[in-house]
C-alpha cells in the first residue's frame, strides 16, 4: 500500500548548469511509485500481489491503472475525480546514470485512513508500505499487525506521522539519509541500532546507492556490497530493492541472501530508463549474482564487527528480554507456504490491553516465529 506516480524520464548529456540550454537526449514516460513498482517486480517474478493506491481523474490516472492491469496486479484504486495524479519529471545524468527527480502531487489523492478496506490487508503474506501517507499506513500496518503479517517499510524521509508508523514496521529498509534525519545522527552505526532499539523492529537496513545495503539486527551489522553495472538510470533502484526483499522473504531465502539478490536486482534495473526499465528475470539476477562484479566495500569487516560491539554495550540490541538472538544456524530467514514453522505464543501488552499473538522474529542470521514485538 503507497504511492504511485507518472514519471517523465528526461536523459541529459550532463547535468545543466544554471542559466544554460542543454539538448536533451531523449524523454519518455513511465510508470513508476515506490510500492507501485515492488509490486509489479514481486508480480514478475511470480508472487501473487496485490496494490492499493490512490489516483486523480486524469490521463496519469488512466495510465497507471492500466499499467497494474497489464502486468496481472491485483490493483484496488481509490480515485479522487478532477484531481492530479502524482507525477514527476526525472533528469537523468547520461554519464553516471544518477537521477534528479522533480515531482508535484496533489495533497488531496493522499491515502486516507477511511479508503481503506481490511480485506484488503487479511490474507496476505507480507505487507509493504512506505512512508508517504503516514496515517494510512498505519492503518493498514495495524491491522496486519493484529492479523499476525509481517511489515516492510520503505522509508525516504521523514514525513508526519513516520514515528507512529515505525512501531508497527518489522522491517524498515530506508534511504542512507533517513536515520540521520530521524534521528539526529549521522553515523549509521550508530542511527541503526537506535532505531532499532525505540521502535523495536526485527531489521533495519539502510541501502547505499551503488555500494549496496547495510544492515542492523539487533546483534550484528551486515555489509552486501553492491554489483559493478553500466549504469544508466538509477530511477526505482529502491523500489525494485523493497520488492526483491518481500521475495526472498516468501521464498524462504537467508537474510544475506536476500540482501544480496535485491542488491543484484536493483542493480541490474539501472541498465535501462525508468522505475521499472529492467526487472530483470531471476536467472538475470542470479546470474549477477554468481558471476558479477562487486562494488568496493563501504565499511571494513573490523568495523562492522566493533561498531557491533559498542551499540551492544550500549544496550542497543533492541530485544525485549527473554528474546535474545540464537547463534547463526541454517534455517531459512523467511518462510515459503509448504514449510512447517514452529511458533511459540507469548503475552504481548500494546494500547492497554493484553492478547496473545504470534511475530517474525531475526534469529541468527533466520527468521522465526515467536512473541510479537511489544507496541
Not at 201 to 223: E, Q
Not at 328 to 335: A, L, N, T
Amino acid at each position: 500500500m503507497g504511492i504511485n506516480a507518472t514519471d517523465t524520464i528526461i536523459r541529459l548529456p550532463c547535468f545543466p548548469a544554471r542559466d544554460s540550454k542543454v539538448e536533451i537526449i531523449s524523454a519518455s514516460v513511465n510508470p513508476g511509485g515506490q510500492v507501485a513498482s515492488a509490486m509489479v517486480a514481486c508480480k514478475r517474478w511470480g508472487l501473487r500481489a496485490r496494490y492499493v493506491g490512490k489516483i486523480g481523474g486524469d490521463a496519469a490516472g488512466k495510465f497507471q491503472a492500466k499499467e497494474m492491469a497489464r502486468e496481472g496486479v491485483e490493483a484496488h484504486w481509490i480515485k479522487a475525480p478532477g484531481r492530479m495524479s502524482q507525477s514527476a519529471f526525472i533528469l537523468v545524468d547520461e554519464k553516471s546514470g544518477e537521477r534528479t527527480v522533480l515531482w508535484k502531487r496533489d495533497p488531496r489523492i493522499a491515502l486516507r485512513p477511511k479508503d481503506l478496506r481490511r480485506e484488503w490487508i487479511r490474507g496476505a503474506r507480507a505487507l509493504l508500505v512506505d512512508g508517504h501517507d503516514t496515517a494510512a499506513a498505519t492503518q493498514a500496518a495495524r491491522w496486519a499487525w493484529e492479523a499476525n503479517i509481517p511489515v516492510v517499510g520503505d522509508f525516504d524521509n521523514r514525513y508526519a506521522g513516520v514515528e507512529v508508523l515505525l512501531e508497527y514496521v518489522d522491517f524498515a529498509i530506508t534511504s542512507k539519509d533517513f536515520p540521520e534525519r530521524l534521528t539526529g545522527e549521522k553515523d549509521l552505526f550508530k542511527s541503526l541500532p537506535r532505531i532499532l532499539a525505540k521502535f523495536k523492529c526485527h531489521l533495519i537496513a539502510a541501502t547505499l546507492g551503488p555500494l549496496g545495503v547495510v544492515a542492523w539486527d539487533g546483534a550484528r551489522f551486515i555489509l552486501c556490497p553492491g554489483f559493478r553495472v553500466k549504469a544508466v538510470d538509477s530511477t526505482g533502484a529502491g523500489d525494485i530493492f523493497h520488492g526483491a526483499f518481500l521475495y526472498g522473504m516468501m521464498r524462504g531465502m537467508t537474510l544475506e541472501e536476500t540482501l544480496e539478490f535485491s542488491c543484484a536486482a536493483a542493480a541490474l534495473n539501472c541498465t535501462a530508463v525508468g522505475a521499472r526499465g529492467r526487472i530483470a528475470t531471476l536467472q538475470e539476477i542470479e546470474n549477477l549474482r554468481r558471476r558479477g562484479a562487486r562494488s568496493k566495500r563501504a565499511f571494513a569487516s573490523k568495523a562492522l564487527a566493533e561498531a557491533a560491539r559498542v551499540a551492544m554495550g550500549a544496550g542497543l540490541a533492541g530485544r525485549e528480554k527473554g528474546q535474545g538472538l540464537r547463534p547463526s544456524g541454517s534455517i531459512d530467514i523467511f518462510v515459503t507456504a509448504n514449510q512447517t514453522v514452529k511458533s511459540s505464543t507469548g503475552e504481548t501488552q500494546r494500547a492497554r490491553r493484553n492478547s496473545k499473538a504470534k511475530s517474525w522474529q531475526i534469529a541468527g542470521g533466520t527468521l522465526r516465529q515467536g512473541a510479537r514485538k511489544v507496541k
